[in-house]
């Protein structure tokens, strides 16, 4: 079977053995999202680093408490409290990186586009460099966000990814983690529908599945 067919096919094999993605993912990979859905997608796509998407949870409980869930809403934190953001974001840990990070996002957002919306509107590569030049975003959270909050399709690579390919053996080149992210990301778009629903499907389901696995493994 020739790679092509076989990706779609684990692709399709997957979405049969475990349904259409649930939990978070729900929210993450529906077709239609609110602004308010967009935002926080962005807000958790840097939270999520490093860390599991229950300490997630906590924060954007932390954050919808607070009133400050949104763009604009912690742009505005950081400047009137830091402090009490931070404190806010401490549950999903490396807090103090986080939410220069985070307000570094909101504030190239607000002060260059006023809206996420406007952001979105550009062509999916400028989106990618522009996003790549704020502190903390590299290519894996850059694309999470472009995927799953602007619809774009771009197919993210993170090592859950990566171990999926070995596992199936859909791709006999051996590389290393730095080389491996182009190459992996041409690898899937070549040989999938060019559809921004499939790709986010695909990779939660991914996600999912290593999950499983390290779950066995342990």
Same mark, same amino acid.
């Given at each position: ?6 990706? &779609?096919?684990?692709?399709?094999? +997957? /979405?049969? %053995?475990?349904?259409? #993605?649930?939990? =978070?993912?729900?929210?993450?990979? !529906? *077709? ?45 934190? &950081?400047?009137?409290?830091?402090? +009490? /953001?931070? %404190?806010?974001?401490? #549950?999903?840990? =490396?807090?103090?990186?986080?939410? !220069? *990070? ?45 995927? &799953? ?14 171990? =999926? ?54």
């Amino acid at each position: 079977m020739k790679k092509p067919q076989r990706i &779609y096919q684990v692709y399709h094999s +997957l /979405l049969k %053995k475990y349904g259409k #993605p649930r939990d =978070f993912w729900q929210k993450w990979c !529906k *077709r239609q999202k609110t602004k308010k859905d967009r935002e926080e997608i962005v807000i958790g796509a840097i939270l999520t680093q490093r860390t599991n998407w229950r300490n997630v949870e906590l924060v954007l409980k932390n954050l919808k408490r607070e009133k400050i869930l949104s763009i604009k809403g912690v742009y505005q934190s &950081y400047k009137i409290n830091r402090k +009490l /953001l931070e %404190k806010l974001i401490r #549950p999903s840990g =490396f807090y103090k990186q986080k939410t !220069k *990070r985070l307000f570094q996002l909101c504030r190239f957002i607000v002060k260059n586009y006023e809206t996420l919306e406007n952001f979105f509107r550009q062509d999916p590569e400028k989106c990618r460099k522009e996003l790549s030049k704020i502190y903390g975003i590299g290519p894996e959270t850059a694309d999470s966000i472009l995927l &799953y909050a602007g619809g774009k399709p771009v197919f993210v690579i993170d090592e859950y990814t990566r171990r =999926f390919v070995k596992k199936h053996h859909l791709s006999n080149k051996v590389l290393s983690k730095a080389s491996s992210y182009d190459y992996l990301q041409q690898l899937f778009k070549k040989n999938l529908p060019r559809n921004t629903k499939i790709y986010q499907d695909f990779h939660a389901l991914i996600v999912l599945e290593g999950k499983k696995d390290n779950k066995i493994g342990q």
